[in-house]
Nanobody
Framework: QVQLVESGGGLVQPGGSLRLSCAAS????????MEWDRQAPGQQRELVAR???????NYADSVRGRSTISRDNAKNTVHLQMDSLKPEDTAVYFC???????????WGQGTQVTVSS
């Protein structure tokens, strides 16, 4: 059974930092590109950051320079460090696994991030 379990969300003040983590099980982690996506109320889900098994990263323009995605292939985990958070970063953040050799993909349940004073 595939599981992607997110943790690390919460309430943070503007300018603060959070580190999101995702633990994957039930997949061959080395075969998946890992993403963090987010969905704000009334908005479409959007890509925040992506990292391939080999470590190639991509970021949305809205978070580039403020966020760092990383993965630990030995522990089947992926992390998103977010700094200088803004109220517009408020959203549910989802861990997303994309199979690098086909169309298979998996999603976590999401973790709420709220940026507010």
């Amino acid at each position: 059974q595939v599981q992607l379990v997110e943790s690390g969300g919460g309430l943070v003040q503007p300018g603060g930092s959070l580190r999101l983590s995702c633990a994957a099980s039930g997949i061959t982690f080395s075969h998946y590109t890992m993403e963090w996506d987010r969905q704000a109320p009334g908005q479409q889900r959007e890509l925040v950051a992506r990292i391939t098994y080999g470590g190639i990263t991509n970021y949305a323009d809205s978070v580039r320079g403020r966020s760092t995605i990383s993965r630990d292939n030995a522990k089947n985990t992926v992390h998103l460090q977010m700094d200088s958070l803004k109220p517009e970063d408020t959203a549910v953040y989802f861990c997303h696994a994309r199979y690098e050799y086909g169309s298979l993909e998996h999603w976590g349940q999401g973790t709420q991030v709220t940026v507010s004073s």
